[in-house]
């Protein structure tokens, strides 16, 4: 660096210096860019100026030059319902528009999806075809709407998210059922018991239950409790039916099998933490926390139509 | 007087002012005409300024720097519109300040999130996030259940909202204003004066957290949450007409 002997080119004057000297001697050479370089650069003037006009460019008062360019697409015209062809000037909107169109004419995806539209359940579940087009479909659409509460294969966080890889359901695992939970959201509720029975008959009904599900042998307690239950006090038997198996028009639980989706009887070692759960259960009751989301209006109707088909699968129901 | 090439190599102050000059060409073409452009903003019905509750819950939202990993734009790409639903509109974050649009998307995107899940999920998510998403990288906020939300201010935080054009109102006929555009029961919200009230009011009713008789900062954020990406009715509106103003 400190060298500072000029080569043969530059001592003879073929590269020239800007003219510029600082401190006495300090100069700059000025080394003309590349012509591929220079060319280049002229070339991008050049395109911006066409920019401007295909594309939207310059603000103009209060518009601005929209630009030449040009983008087609079909739509479903909301008012008629028909398929309309339009022709907009180009923005990234637009260019949307076109996309989504091409997906949806996508001759096999078209082709699947005016078939499950038209196919009844049970027709769905028998053509391979279809069940593999609903699987791949379903898949995507649970992983972003769902599995953050059901999780990604649908099992459920006991208390808080159902299970739906079971074949248990709170509000009925008919298709019809699904689609309606889906579109217009589901909400837990039983009522507080606490204040309503009274300590010890929190117990008995607690009690009863964990005889219910065969969890314990009855007793005197569990017939006390069955009392209560079937009678006018608790009036258990309104919500989750005189067999206790459930009424899914009201959402209520199916208390007679080991499949429990609030109370995590499972979960407790001894008899005693298992009546105890499910006392302090009875005594809260479920309000407000078991909320289901509506999906229509978030969700189209063929993806809400694909998703109950595809979670009813989850459960392995027939 | 010619200015010299030497003059301002030599003269930093005036370098200095002449750099300025030149790099702030760029944002004054592409900025400052949107605001007299009359289609910068879509026209669509629905969006409101947010409620005391949700201005606060904002606040909170930037104070732990949840925009790090979240955006709130989606933008109009097809695997974007598949995700998270409509794209986000202009109109959408008009009385956003700051906006929280960005680009660094650790997390998904947020600007639909409004509806989408329960409060109850939130505030288990919030307070930890792997118990519901085993996969998830996000922190914990248990503290936000926990502390007690600090309201004394939102009216002073409405009234520099308002400075910088947000119709929050001061006098009766901003008020009246109000109720032409937004309807009596926003306009309330809107009410300055009526700030306190309004903002315990929606906290108590709507208990967010599901702890009652408590407001806490969950509550705000969570109402905050639950507001994001609901106020336009996407199905009153020809898709074609959006593509139409830009």
């Given at each position: 660096m400190s060298d500072n002997k000029l080569n043969a080119a530059q001592q003879s004057g073929a590269v020239q210096t800007t003219g510029h000297a600082w401190d006495g001697d300090l100069q700059e050479y000025n080394n003309p860019l590349p012509r591929w370089w220079l060319w280049c650069f002229y070339g991008t003037v050049v395109f911006s100026v066409l920019y401007w006009f295909i594309y939207p460019s310059w603000p103009v008062g209060q518009t601005w030059l929209k630009g030449f360019g040009k983008v087609d697409y079909t739509i479903v015209d909301k008012k008629t319902n028909k398929v309309e062809e339009r022709e907009q000037r180009w923005n990234t909107r637009a260019l949307l528009l076109a996309d989504l169109g091409e997906a949806a004419n996508n001759e096999q995806r078209k082709a699947m999806l005016s078939k499950v539209r038209a196919a009844s359940h049970d027709q769905i579940v028998k053509d391979p075809k279809m069940m593999e087009f609903v699987r791949s479909v379903g898949k995507g659409l649970f992983g972003d709407n769902c599995a953050a509460c059901h999780g990604r294969g649908g099992q459920g966080v006991v208390g808080m998210y159902p299970n739906l890889s079971d074949d248990d359901w709170l509000w009925g695992g008919s298709m019809d059922k699904i689609h309606e939970t889906l579109v217009q959201g589901r909400k837990g509720f039983m009522p507080a018991f606490e204040g309503v029975l009274k300590p010890e008959q929190l117990d008995d009904v607690a009690e009863y239950a964990l005889v219910l599900s065969n969890e314990a042998k009855p007793s005197e307690a569990s017939e006390r409790g069955k009392e209560i239950f079937q009678g006018q006090i608790g009036g258990c038997y309104y919500c989750h039916g005189a067999d206790a198996k459930g009424v899914p028009s009201q959402g209520a639980a199916n208390l007679t099998d080991k499949i429990w989706t609030i109370a995590n009887v499972p979960a407790q070692k001894t008899l005693q933490d298992k009546k105890a759960v499910l006392k302090t259960l009875i005594a809260n009751g479920v309000n407000n926390t078991r909320i289901m989301p509506a999906w229509k209006g978030r969700l189209n109707d063929d993806d809400i139509k694909l998703l109950a088909v595809y979670v009813q699968q989850l459960g392995g129901a027939k | 007087m010619t200015m010299r090439h030497e003059q301002v190599e030599t003269n930093s102050a005036l370098m200095l002012l002449l750099i300025l000059a030149v790099i702030s060409?760029?944002?004054?073409?592409?900025?400052?005409?949107?605001?007299?452009?009359?289609?910068?903003?879509?026209?669509?019905?629905?969006?409101?300024?947010?409620?005391?509750?949700?201005?606060?819950?904002?606040?909170?939202?930037?104070?732990?720097?949840?925009?790090?990993?979240?955006?709130?734009?989606?933008?109009?790409?097809?695997?974007?519109?598949?995700?998270?639903?409509?794209?986000?509109?202009?109109?959408?974050?008009?009385?956003?300040?700051?906006?929280?649009?960005?680009?660094?998307?650790?997390?998904?995107?947020?600007?639909?999130?409004?509806?989408?899940?329960?409060?109850?999920?939130?505030?288990?998510?919030?307070?930890?996030?792997?118990?519901?998403?085993?996969?998830?990288?996000?922190?914990?906020?248990?503290?936000?259940?926990?502390?007690?939300?600090?309201?004394?201010?939102?009216?002073?935080?409405?009234?520099?909202?308002?400075?910088?054009?947000?119709?929050?109102?001061?006098?009766?006929?901003?008020?009246?204003?109000?109720?032409?555009?937004?309807?009596?029961?926003?306009?309330?919200?809107?009410?300055?004066?009526?700030?306190?009230?309004?903002?315990?009011?929606?906290?108590?009713?709507?208990?967010?957290?599901?702890?009652?008789?408590?407001?806490?900062?969950?509550?705000?954020?969570?109402?905050?949450?639950?507001?994001?990406?609901?106020?336009?009715?996407?199905?009153?509106?020809?898709?074609?007409?959006?593509?139409?103003?830009?």
């Open positions: - | 060409v760029g944002g004054l073409v592409e900025i400052v005409p949107l605001f007299s452009i009359n289609e910068t903003i879509e026209k669509v019905e629905g969006v409101r300024p947010n409620t005391p509750l949700e201005i606060r819950g904002r606040d909170i939202y930037i104070r732990e720097g949840c925009y790090l990993c979240h955006s709130q734009m989606i933008r109009p790409f097809r695997d974007e519109w598949l995700r998270y639903g409509h794209y986000s509109l202009a109109a959408e974050s008009q009385y956003d300040h700051p906006f929280q649009w960005g680009s660094k998307r650790t997390g998904p995107d947020l600007a639909r999130v409004g509806g989408k899940y329960s409060n109850q999920w939130h505030v288990q998510h919030m307070k930890a996030p792997r118990s519901v998403v085993p996969q998830s990288i996000m922190p914990n906020y248990p503290w936000l259940l926990t502390n007690d939300l600090d309201y004394s201010d939102v009216a002073d935080r409405m009234r520099a909202l308002r400075v910088t054009g947000v119709p929050y109102s001061l006098t009766q006929q901003e008020y009246d204003a109000n109720v032409k555009r937004f309807g009596p029961t926003v306009a309330d919200q809107l009410d300055i004066s009526k700030a306190e009230d309004n903002l315990l009011k929606e906290a108590r009713d709507k208990n967010f957290d599901g702890i009652p008789g408590r407001v806490t900062e969950m509550d705000a954020l969570v109402a905050y949450l639950q507001s994001l990406g609901t106020m336009v009715d996407f199905t009153k509106y020809d898709e074609g007409y959006f593509a139409t103003f830009r």
